[in-house]
């Protein structure tokens, strides 16, 4: 759904999956995202961290080497530290609850989650619910 046809639409769950890194106004977007999710609701983030190993191995590796993605697919200024997503979520009244690295078997082309997110990482975050309120709105 395209962000400017969901005028007064929310959601329990808005999945930002591998999307934060192509997006021009990152701030907005997540202030948009975030005014989609319910009260109680959830925001998944999943993204690209902007270190060196992510430089080697998600543009050296995944767009020249193994040729997965066409090359310029990403650009290295554009992915997002897990820190700097956090800071976003909290700033839009979200509680981060969960935090995870993933890394991606090159054979089996496999995603699992891993404690180390110098490459890939993900995380949960919760918006409060309503006031006098714990369970979801219907």
Request: positive net charge; proline residues 4%.
């Amino acid at each position: 759904m395209c962000l400017r046809h969901a005028q007064g639409a929310q959601f329990d769950l808005v999945l930002n999956m591998e999307v934060v890194e192509h997006v021009a106004r990152f701030s907005d977007f997540m202030r948009a995202c975030g005014e989609l999710v319910r009260p109680n609701g959830f925001m998944v983030v999943a993204t690209i961290n902007r270190t060196f190993l992510s430089f080697l191995f998600a543009i050296v590796g995944a767009e020249y080497v193994l040729r997965w993605l066409p090359r310029g697919t990403h650009r290295w200024k554009n992915f997002r530290q897990p820190g700097e997503i956090e800071k976003l979520l909290v700033d839009n009244a979200f509680r981060v609850i969960e935090r995870t690295g993933v890394r991606i078997n090159p054979i089996t082309r496999r995603f699992s989650l891993s404690r180390i997110d110098a490459v890939n990482h993900m995380m949960v975050a919760q918006k409060p619910a309503l006031e006098g309120r714990s369970e979801l709105p219907a």
